[in-house]
């Protein structure tokens, strides 16, 4: 069966500081991969989805960036972190053809920036 | 553009009570429509879905009609249970591209 895993889960960072969060799914071959963002009172934000190892597309211009070195590993990355990138982040998979499928999302990782 | 808008929650609701939420799209293309449910706690989970106008979605007693002509997707329970309570998310996805899309969410809470 597929799972994913995501780390860490929780993380308190200082402003300026970088960040990576790991995503990696398993049993599963060429998973499309997500990363959403989840802040009270706006739901769930698309940041990135790739399609294939090296290729992200991003959905929102921010401090943020996204990259997937390998078929099933996907990293959410900032070289100085801001306030506003407190949140819970959620990294998701999901087969071909996606509008007929589902997502399938992993514990998240509750980022604090102080 | 694509975008979901859900009804504003919270909504609280006695047991046994009928529950609607409310959600409406903007989408290119014909969408895929979906319920997502998020229990307190777990991680989110795949309710009930449709893929092409005038489908139905069900599971668990919920049902949501795909409207093409009014471009919404509520969802509906006839009586609802205090296991339901949850944060409920309506989502879609073009049939142009692999981008899924959320809405706001909606709580639910469901009392004795």
């Known amino acids: 069966s597929q799972t994913i895993h995501q780390w860490p889960a929780t993380l308190v960072q200082p402003v300026g500081s970088p960040l990576s969060l790991e995503c990696t799914v398993e049993g599963t071959s060429n998973p499309n991969l997500y990363w959403y963002r989840q802040a009270a009172g706006r739901g769930l934000q698309l940041l990135f989805y790739s399609v294939g190892i090296g290729q992200i597309s991003s959905e929102v211009p921010q401090n943020l960036s996204a990259s997937r070195p390998q078929d099933r590993q996907f990293i959410l990355s900032s070289k100085k972190l801001l306030l506003s990138d407190s949140g819970f982040y959620l990294c998701?998979?999901?087969?071909?053809?996606?509008?007929?499928?589902?997502?399938?999302f992993g514990e998240g990782s509750r980022l604090t920036v102080l | 553009g694509n975008s979901v808008t859900q009804m504003e929650g919270p909504v609280t609701l006695s047991e046994e009570a009928f529950l609607t939420i409310n959600c409406t799209y903007t989408?290119?293309?014909?969408?895929?429509l979906f319920w997502y449910v998020q229990y307190p706690g777990e991680g989110l989970q795949l309710l009930l879905k449709?893929?092409?106008?005038?489908d139905k979605g069900s599971n668990k007693g919920f049902e949501a009609t795909y409207r093409k002509e009014t471009t919404s997707f509520h969802l509906e329970k006839g009586s609802v249970q205090v296991s339901d309570s949850a944060v409920y998310f309506c989502?879609?996805?073009?049939?142009?591209?692999?981008?899924?899309?959320f809405g706001t969410g909606t709580s639910l809470t469901v009392i004795p």
């Open positions: 989408a290119t293309g014909y969408p895929s």
């Open positions: 449709a893929t092409k106008a005038d």
């Open positions: 998701a998979w999901g087969f071909e053809p996606m509008n007929t499928g589902e997502l399938f």
């Open positions: 989502a879609l996805i073009s049939n142009t591209g692999n981008q899924f899309y």
